[in-house]
């Protein structure tokens, strides 16, 4: 497959004044839609070399329902921990600050979805599912190809649709007429730039760099339909994640509520070091990783 041109970037080909009204409105939406303080805190903490596991401690406690939520998790099938873990700082000793971390933003993310609203073939929980799955996938793929850390795979996974979320919840009535669009068979990108003129993963990375967000999450974010367009360190991460976008999309675990994610570029093979066999290995080890994914999705 030919490298996709990224002179169909829309962000490149407008004029400084049609930016700036974009990022106005973009400004709006993130303004009315951000994180709880403990969630933004958490990523903070995790990213810092010089945290503690009683920093990580002391944010996660500040909200006893967050704190509720990853006990539960840590103790669920999806981790297959033995002994029962009842305490907090036990959680992070076992699980580390970037899986404590991961579990606080599936928290948080998580909330986002307490209304399970559809419009023709979208609906909220398969959004969801669709995101824990590729977050999932995202970490086999990492622990396969050794190519980037599989904690950091997850969170970028798990946030990647982050742009599609804010459409539903904040521009429902448009988003109603890309998903129309998306129907009709037409690629959420597209379809989103013909309504609304900007796309969800435009969106998504203004957000993500706004709530400080990791520089890896806020590139595959922006860059995860397009992985070629994305030059620098988080080039190999932004593959990771389009490829398990797809794999999941294949799967029929979907965004949308229809398989329209493109074929990843032979360059995310070559970039991951991905042979027939390794991919093999993958597309074998998918099946039972979204189990456990949807297991944690339903937590």
Not at 20 to 45: D, M, N, Q, W, Y
Not at 50 to 69: E, G, I
Not at 122 to 131: E, P
Not at 211 to 231: L, M, Q
């Amino acid at each position: 497959m030919s490298k996709p041109s990224c002179a169909s970037d829309e962000h490149a080909l407008r004029d400084p004044q049609q930016q700036a009204l974009f990022e106005k409105v973009f400004g709006r939406i993130v303004e009315v839609s951000s994180l709880p303080a403990a969630a933004t805190r958490a990523v903070e903490v995790a990213s810092d070399p010089k945290s503690s596991a009683d920093d990580l401690l002391d944010v996660v406690q500040s909200d006893p329902a967050l704190s509720a939520r990853i006990l539960r998790s840590v103790n669920s099938a999806f981790y297959g921990i033995r002994q029962d873990v009842t305490d907090l700082k036990s959680a992070i000793t076992m699980l580390g600050f970037k899986e404590v971390r991961n579990l606080a933003l599936t928290v948080y993310v998580a909330e986002l979805f307490k209304e399970n609203d559809g419009f023709g073939p979208y609906r909220r929980d398969q959004l969801w599912q669709h995101l824990v799955g590729v977050g999932s996938a995202s970490r086999l793929i990492a622990r396969l190809c050794g190519k980037v850390v599989p904690e950091e795979a997850y969170l970028a996974g798990l946030l990647h649709d982050l742009g599609i979320i804010l459409l539903d919840q904040q521009l429902h009535r448009l988003f109603c007429q890309v998903v129309v669009a998306v129907a009709d068979g037409m690629p959420t990108c597209d379809a989103e730039r013909h309504v609304l003129e900007f796309d969800h993963t435009e969106l998504g990375a203004h957000a993500a760099r706004c709530w400080g967000f990791p520089d890896a999450v806020v590139a595959v974010i922006r860059y995860h339909h397009t992985p070629d367009c994305c030059d620098g360190a988080h080039r190999r991460m932004v593959h990771t994640v389009a490829l398990a976008n797809h794999l999941c999309s294949r799967t029929g675990l979907t965004s949308m509520g229809v398989h329209n994610v493109a074929v990843p570029p032979d360059t995310c093979f070559v970039e991951l070091g991905i042979s027939k066999d390794q991919l093999a290995s993958i597309w074998q080890q998918l099946e039972p990783t979204l189990q456990s994914a949807a297991v944690l999705a339903a937590l």
